[in-house]
């Protein structure tokens, strides 16, 4: 089997309009948790999320094309632009050209999202039921589909191998780097761009998940909303965002002199087949998944980020479901969601890619926010303030409803 690599990566959250800036704000505990800002919540339930309010979509893409695409397709373009930038496979990192001993056959891309263009969804249906058909935006639907993410992206880069999407939930982004794995593993592909993004915060992403008592509704107190496996946790905090990592087959990136950020060695997949949105009982196919994973990986793990979303029952079954996979023995846990809200369909990119800094850099990310011991979660969740720690091996997870799991593990190279 092909070795795959990482070779670059990218990030935009709440906390940072890239990598390094989202990353420092998460060690340092920093919180993106606000009231929200892009439309109006005073007859809303639920009054905060975790918005990125500074992105300017014309740094990301030519202005003509800005009104082509809904957000999340915008904060994926940004993403992929900083991961493509880093890993040194263009021509010019102020363009879009690949090197030119890039073969483009060879270069294909996974795409992830939960939802997709719920934004232009929302504007759209508006649009027809106060002013008619005739006036719905041509641009509406390649807006709004999810692949369309995936569509801009390889139109930019002219990547013509594989063109995949994953539309699995919450779940959504760790399957895209899965996809992505197995099309260069087996052979159908010597690289890979996997771009998660999500954008919901509208009101009927909002109000929808708010209607499910899904959210927290601390309004009052947005820093403390989201609050993973502590005892006071009352749902989790809507966020947005994008991650980007460029895979790579191994002897490809070593003979080119690419900067190896780590090796992706396992993953796990399964299915709860239990209930549309709680989690299988005591996490029976999150464990599943993981399980796959460290059977296939074969190695001694020193990280796991956790889903954690700050939902009672994710959390609960979480915890019972690492405590069995790892015998008892489970390493040092914790959940960046608390920081930068829980980005849905992108949340698994963003936390492999938050994960694999961690490992590179010696320091494990916190959990904030815990401040009440819940005595049924009672792993080691790096309570409040980043540890260091030397970090060869990370598990990250991601759980989606309808139960679909996912679970990838990277090493050091």
């Known amino acids: 089997m ?3 690599v990482v070779s670059g990566i990218g990030i935009i959250s709440a906390l940072g309009l890239n990598k390094e800036d989202s990353f420092e704000a998460i060690i340092n505990g ?20 975790a918005e990125i309010t500074n992105f300017d979509p014309n740094t990301a893409m030519d202005a003509k094309e800005v009104k082509k695409a809904d957000r999340f397709i915008q904060l994926g373009i940004k993403a992929a632009r900083e991961a493509m930038q880093d890993s040194g496979l263009l021509d010019n990192p102020n363009d879009f050209s690949l090197a030119k001993n890039i073969d483009n056959e060879r270069f294909g891309i996974s795409s992830a999202s939960g939802i997709g263009g719920l934004i232009n969804i929302e504007k759209n249906s508006i649009i027809n039921s106060e002013r008619g058909p005739k ?24 990547l013509k191998g594989p063109n995949l999407a994953s539309v699995t939930a919450c779940a959504a982004g760790t399957h895209g780097i899965i996809e992505a794995s ?50 006071q946790r009352n749902g989790f905090v809507m966020g947005e965002g994008a991650a980007a990592l460029v895979l790579e087959e191994y002897e490809m990136a070593k003979a080119r002199g690419a900067t190896i950020y780590a090796e992706l060695v396992g993953f796990g997949e399964s299915g709860d087949a239990n209930h549309i949105t709680t989690p299988a009982p005591e996490g029976e196919g999150a464990y599943r998944a993981m399980r796959a994973a460290l059977k296939m990986a074969n190695l001694k793990i020193d990280y796991v980020n ?43 990119g963003i936390e492999a890619v938050i994960s694999i800094m961690a490992m590179q850099k010696g320091i494990l990310p916190p959990t904030i926010n815990q401040t009440e011991k819940d005595e049924k979660c009672d792993l080691d969740y ?13 598990m990250s997870n991601s759980f989606g409803f309808g139960g679909t799991n996912g679970v990838v593990i990277f090493k050091k190279v």
Do not use: W
């Open 2 to 4: 092909r070795r795959v």
């Open 30 to 49: 920093k919180c993106g948790v606000k009231t929200i800002s892009s439309f109006d919540v005073s007859e809303f339930p639920v009054k905060i999320a």
């Open 135 to 158: 006036r719905i935006s041509p641009f509406f639907i390649p807006s709004a589909l999810v692949n369309m993410l995936g569509g801009f992206v390889s139109i930019d880069y002219r």
């Open 182 to 231: 197995k099309t260069i593993m087996l052979n159908e592909a010597d690289r890979m761009l996997v771009v998660a993004a999500e954008s919901a915060i509208c009101g009927v992403g909002i109000g929808g998940f708010a209607a499910m008592k899904a959210l927290s509704d601390r309004n009052e107190e947005p820093l403390l909303a989201s609050r993973p496996f502590d005892k």
């Open 306 to 348: 956790a889903h954690g979303t700050s939902t009672y029952y994710n959390d609960l079954y979480e915890t019972l479901a690492l405590k069995k996979v790892f015998n008892q023995e489970v390493p040092p846990v914790s959940s960046i969601k608390g920081q930068i809200g829980h980005c849905l369909g992108a949340a698994g």
């Open 382 to 394: 790096i309570p409040n303030v980043a540890r260091e720690a030397k970090i060869e091996t990370i």
